[in-house]
């Protein structure tokens, strides 16, 4: 977009001072005559260029113009206004606040390279939230945050996955991770990393002594290893399914967490694909396809799901319509 050419080449230029129009092109990707012309435009939008020819030549800026945008590239820029399409601000208290910083930003860039950055928030959207499940809770999320801010430890009452009731923990946080609309608390817990799911935090209190964390370490390490070790850890049971045809695709896309491999291409009325889950229990969502999935094995899983159907099929045998 030419706009956004323009923030460049003006940014260029208070950077530099002086720049040649055999190198503006070449950064800007671009003719020298599209720069001579961009130049021309810059000094009709009110901006203070001027060009001088000869071996010392070059685009120049008149010393001491300044904009309010130092150093901004037009990526940078851009990447401002995506932030603003996301959910995380509003959960973290801070939606109000983006969207004035960004109107703010949108004051300081020159009149004439407004539309390029606007256009990204009409153009981008970023939607957080998984397909087809409500939204995680985030009750405790404000007092987190506050730990995370202040470099406090924090007393959590947690309740672990598969847990009916939840236990005290004292933890050290390193920060908060928003991933696919779910909020996770990274700290470590009696010295070792932990992942805490906010949705299962059923209170939580900042102490008064500092978070003890290991030297060196920052959110972002601590959070790549520990996602490491839950997306490398295979479900240790492997369950083999036919998929009819025109299933395939929604099948690929709703057990997407479960494929054991790339989804195979259709290869006839009924394709074989190759799943992991943690036990034959967790299997069962494989009924919400009715009968255009048959479990092919292990025989524990058709059992069980056989066993599921016939409760089901009991269950409504005796309604009566009307």
Request: net charge positive; with cysteine.
């Amino acid at each position: 977009m030419k706009s956004g050419r323009l923030l460049e080449m003006l940014l260029l230029l208070q950077a530099r001072g002086q720049v040649t129009a055999a190198e503006l092109a070449e950064r800007l990707e671009v003719s020298p005559r599209t720069v001579y012309r961009d130049a021309e435009a810059l000094s009709s939008a009110g901006v203070p260029i001027y060009t001088e020819r000869g071996r010392a030549g070059g685009i120049r800026l008149l010393p001491g113009y300044r904009t309010d945008v130092t150093g901004l590239t037009q990526d940078e820029a851009r990447a401002l206004f995506v932030l603003t399409t996301g959910g995380a601000q509003e959960d973290l208290g801070l939606g109000t606040a983006a969207r004035s910083a960004i109107l703010k930003v949108m004051r300081a860039v020159p009149e004439p390279f407004r539309p390029a950055a606007a256009a990204t928030s009409q153009r981008i959207l970023v939607d957080p939230a998984g397909w087809m499940r409500p939204p995680d809770p985030v009750g405790a999320l404000g007092v987190l945050q506050a730990a995370v801010f202040t470099d406090r430890r924090l007393r959590l009452r947690y309740r672990s996955s598969g847990q009916g009731s939840a236990s005290v923990r004292v933890v050290d946080p390193y920060g908060l991770v928003c991933k696919a609309g779910v909020w996770y608390l990274v700290a470590d817990s009696g010295g070792e990393p932990r992942l805490f799911r906010v949705s299962r935090v059923a209170s939580a209190v900042v102490d008064e002594e500092p978070a003890r964390r290991r030297t060196g370490m920052e959110l972002a390490e601590v959070w790549s290893s520990l996602r490491r070790e839950v997306e490398d850890r295979p479900a240790p049971l492997e369950v083999v399914v036919r998929v009819r045809r025109e299933w395939l695709d929604l099948f690929g896309r709703m057990c997407a967490a479960h494929l054991d491999g790339p989804l195979p291409q259709a290869t006839g009325e009924w394709t074989l694909v190759r799943l992991r889950y943690p036990g034959v229990m967790a299997a069962r969502t494989l009924l919400s396809f009715g009968a255009n999935v048959e479990v092919v094995s292990p025989a524990s899983v058709r059992a069980d799901l056989a066993a599921v159907a016939a409760e089901i099929v009991d269950q409504y045998s005796n309604v009566r319509l009307g």
